[in-house]
């Protein structure tokens, strides 16, 4: 029972960690006339900074925006502070 | 003849067809430098003169570089100072426009100028040449023991009477008198004029000029070169037959 307990809270946390979404902010561009913008994008893969770069290069060149860097990765916690500055880019892409 | 025997006598004429070459060479070269200096002037200018997107490039490093710049109202900014950025550029560019047009007006004004530079000092030459070859006199040099004068350039050999009669004639003109055929004929022989005839005066006077005007057309129509014979002394493009 014991060992039960322990492996369920293992596996539950385990659980919550995979389930943890991986979100990145990250700035980009667009040419004559220069416009630019900042947003908030959920990312698919590893959550790492490399991965988050070519996952949005792919996803904005779409609208012929042109990734400049993405400041960082991080998980639902910091999406509240970043919702009002991403404005109409928040999820968006 | 014996061609070969000595050297030949270097020319004493100045043709102007040479001038004219020499003129027309040095136009040429300053017409190529004067348009390769401004074609070079051109090229640096649209070289040096900032890219139209400089601005936005260095807004965008602005927004790159900055983590902070993130809220809406500041992106909105930048994007503001690109446009303005832009809007300029494009002032930039008439600019290049108007200094590139002012180039070409300059490069016009400036190969005119030296195209007139050079006729000027052709001209000059010339006129100077047409002065000493005419019969306008600008200097009359005596040589009284040599029996020789020098009007212009051109030597003329005189007889001693006949350079007597112009040392006369010349000192007279010095103090602006007019001499009578008497006068002269009485400095010359020293006794008074009022015992001299009038005819033996004119006399000289016809000699004077006889040996004078005889050897300044031969020096001016037809030349003698020596030991190789007679020539016009003339351009041959003038020579016209009908």
């Known amino acids: 029972m014991k060992y039960f307990l322990l492996s369920m ?5 385990a659980a919550t960690a995979a389930q ?10 667009q040419d004559d006339p220069l416009r630019l913008h900042y947003g908030v994008a959920l990312i698919e893969g590893d959550c790492t900074v490399e991965n988050a770069e070519t996952e949005l290069t792919e996803r904005l060149a779409v609208d012929d925006w042109q990734m400049l860097n993405v ?23 | 003849m014996d061609c070969k025997k000595g050297k030949t006598v270097p020319a004493n004429t100045t043709s102007a067809i040479e001038s004219r070459q020499t003129g027309n060479r040095v136009v040429t070269a300053g017409i190529i430098a004067i348009v390769s200096i401004l074609m070079i002037a051109a090229v640096l200018l649209f070289i040096s003169l900032p890219d139209a997107n400089a601005f ?11 983590d902070t710049l993130t809220g809406n109202a500041e992106i909105k900014l930048l994007e503001i100072l690109a446009q303005s950025g832009t809007a300029f550029s494009d002032t930039l560019s008439s600019y290049r426009f108007v200094i590139f047009v002012l180039l070409v ?11 007139f530079l050079v006729m000027l000092i052709a001209m000059n030459r010339r006129m100077g040449q047409i002065e000493r070859k005419g019969i306008e006199v600008n200097s009359l040099l005596i040589s009284r023991d040599q029996n020789t004068v020098y009007l212009n350039n051109f030597e003329f050999k005189l007889t001693e009477a006949a350079i007597e009669t112009l040392s006369v004639l010349a000192e007279a003109r010095m103090d602006d008198e007019v001499l009578s055929g ?6 010359i022989s020293g006794r008074p004029s009022a015992d001299c005839d009038e005819a033996a005066g004119a006399t000289r006077i016809k000699r ?3 040996s004078l005007g005889n050897q300044m057309m031969s020096e001016l129509l037809v030349k003698n070169i020596a030991r190789r014979g007679y020539m016009l002394a003339i351009d041959k493009d003038v020579i016209r037959m009908v």
Request: glycine share 4%; charged share 30%.
């Open chain 2, 105 to 115: 007006f300059s490069t016009a004004l400036l190969v005119a100028a030296i195209a």
């Open chain 1, 9 to 13: 809270t293992i596996l539950f946390l």
């Open chain 2, 208 to 210: 004077l000029r006889d």
């Open chain 1, 71 to 93: 400041l960082e990765v991080f998980d639902e916690d910091g999406l509240q502070e970043r919702e009002d500055s991403a404005g109409e880019y928040y999820l968006r892409y």
């Open chain 2, 182 to 187: 008497s006068e002269i004929e009485g400095v």
């Open chain 1, 20 to 29: 943890a979404a991986c979100y990145a902010d990250y700035k980009a561009k």
């Open chain 2, 56 to 66: 936005n490039a260095r807004v965008e490093q602005l927004f790159v570089e900055n």
